[in-house]
């Protein structure tokens, strides 16, 4: 079944643990993103990439990092997690970056409360 | 800078009946690409409908169809026969030549049995 896995779906951590939240694509899928959600504000991108160690900022990177070292995993990493980065994230990807014109297939989403 | 605002933060209907979501937008773009994106209790994000601003004709897809109004930068969605598994929120969303997705606020509808 063609898929986007993120791991843990919840996660209540504390003020500067650092964590990783996992995604992985089963598609063979060039594009991959990581956006955030919340209430009143929609989704926001965080970051993207568009193939394997191409990596760029979104709308909302700071405190947030990536690595794209296979196609089919892109992790998000909190190094110093923060009480403002409470929120539900979510991974999504499409075939290539114009392929977002046309669809993007999300993850079931990762609810992450930092005390 | 795309600006989406929905501008109902909550919507309900009476199952079998008919509901409009409304959205607009703002972008300076003339070629750019329109979507709702639908997000169940599940969280699951799942598209909808999506809409080329090229195209005059409005897309349908079965119960789901929108009047996207060019000129005046709406593009809303109307639910036919609506059923109990569209209870969601539905976010509309633009994007433009930069390849990046602007998202509105979201709109939770509920469906009444």
């Known amino acids: 079944e063609a898929q986007v896995t993120q791991n843990p779906r919840y996660l209540i951590t504390v003020t500067g643990k650092k964590l990783t939240v996992t995604c992985s694509q089963n598609?063979?899928?060039?594009?991959m993103s990581w956006y955030r959600q919340d209430p009143g504000l929609g989704l926001r991108q965080i970051y993207y990439?568009?193939?394997?160690?191409?990596?760029d900022k979104g709308d909302v990177p700071e405190g947030y990092k990536v690595s794209r070292k296979e196609k089919r995993n892109f992790p998000l990493i909190l190094e110093s997690p923060s009480p403002n980065q409470t929120s539900l994230y979510f991974c999504?990807?499409?075939?290539?970056?114009?392929?977002?014109?046309?669809?993007?297939?999300f993850g079931p989403g990762t609810r992450l409360t930092v005390l | 800078a795309q600006t989406v605002t929905q501008s109902q933060p909550e919507m309900s209907v009476q199952e079998a009946e008919t509901v409009t979501l409304s959205c607009t937008y703002d972008?300076?773009?003339?070629?750019?690409?329109l979507f709702w994106y639908k997000q169940p209790p599940s969280r699951q994000m799942i598209l909808v409908i999506r809409?080329?601003?090229?195209k005059q004709q409005n897309a349908t897809e079965n119960r789901f169809s929108v009047n996207f109004q060019k000129a005046a930068k709406s593009f809303s969605l109307k639910i036919s026969d609506s059923q109990l598994g569209d209870a969601a929120m539905y976010f509309c969303a633009s994007a433009d030549s930069n390849y990046q997705l602007i998202w509105g606020a979201g709109t939770k509808l509920i469906i009444k049995p």
């Open positions: 809409q080329e601003a090229y």
């Open positions: 598609m063979n899928h060039e594009y």
């Open positions: 990439s568009m193939n394997v160690e191409v990596t």
């Open positions: 972008t300076s773009e003339s070629d750019y690409y």
């Open positions: 999504a990807s499409s075939s290539t970056i114009t392929d977002i014109y046309n669809e993007q297939f």
